[in-house]
T-cell receptor, first 116, second 116 residues
Framework: EDKVVQSPLSLVVHEGDTVTLNCSYE??????LLWYKQEKKAPTFLFML????IEKKSGRLSSILDKKELSSILNITATQTGDSAIYLC????????????????FGQGTILTVHP | DTGVSQDPRHKITKRGQNVTFRCDPI?????LYWYRQTLGQGPEFLTY????????KSRLLSDRFSAERPKGSFSTLEIQRTEQGDSAMYLC??????????????FGPGTRLTVT
């Protein structure tokens, strides 16, 4: 059964700090890893990492996929109070034949709290 | 608004009653997914459709749960004889069919179900 583990489960920082969130996975026929941000509503898409795209960056957020270590990190620099949210990591597996399996397996999430 | 929409946003029902939720995906997306999220956990996969075909169902989906996507557009999720353990946020997501560009899943706002 596919498994995703995130750490830490919660993190409290002050504005301006840099944080690193971790995600490790065990999945058969890995296809992609996705990061989502969830505030008091549905998850919003941040990044997708695949074998052909192991590093992504958008503004203060960046993410790296380490396929050898079966893990990913999400970095947030110069944190702001608006970054306070639950950050979810999910993996997608590949069916035989290479097409997408479809379902995402999510980790438990990391609750990030940024104080002013 | 061209995102994923769900209706209702909140539902309170008594144990034993039946409930039905609706999801309207992003119009050009072939795939539609249902997830369930309880407090402190990441979303858990329930089922997904490609067009009108239901391609996968989780073991979590007991025989009290049924999902349909009759015309390959909107989908409904019905829970019969609700139990208190069904209380959760029910999330719908959609994505393009793999091979049609990016395939990340975009989530709707969710339906929060409370069974009393």
């Amino acid at each position: 059964e596919d498994k995703v583990v995130q750490s830490p489960l919660s993190l409290v920082v002050h504005e301006g700090d840099t944080v690193t969130l971790n995600c490790s996975y065990e999945v058969t026929n890995f296809r992609s890893l996705l990061w989502y941000k969830q505030e008091k509503k549905a998850p919003t898409f941040l990044f997708m990492l695949t074998s052909s795209g192991i590093e992504k960056k958008s503004g203060r957020l960046s993410s790296i996929l380490d396929k050898k270590e079966l893990s990913s990190i999400l970095n947030i620099t110069a944190t702001q109070t608006g970054d306070s949210a639950i950050y979810l990591c999910a993996v997608e597996a590949r069916r035989a034949g290479g097409t997408s399996y479809g379902k995402l397996t999510f980790g438990q999430g990391t609750i990030l709290t940024v104080h002013p | 608004d061209t995102g994923v929409s769900q209706d209702p946003r909140h539902k309170i029902t008594k144990r034993g009653q039946n409930v039905t939720f609706r999801c309207d995906p992003i119009s050009e997306h072939n795939r539609l997914y249902w997830y369930r999220q309880t407090l402190g956990q990441g979303p858990e996969f329930l089922t997904y459709f490609q067009n009108e075909a239901q391609l996968e169902k989780s073991r979590l989906l007991s025989d009290r749960f049924s999902a349909e996507r009759p015309k390959g557009s909107f989908s409904t999720l019905e829970i019969q004889r609700t139990e208190q353990g069904d209380s959760a946020m029910y999330l719908c997501a959609s994505s393009p069919q793999p091979g049609q560009g990016t395939f990340e899943q975009y989530f709707g706002p969710g339906t929060r179900l409370t069974v009393t």
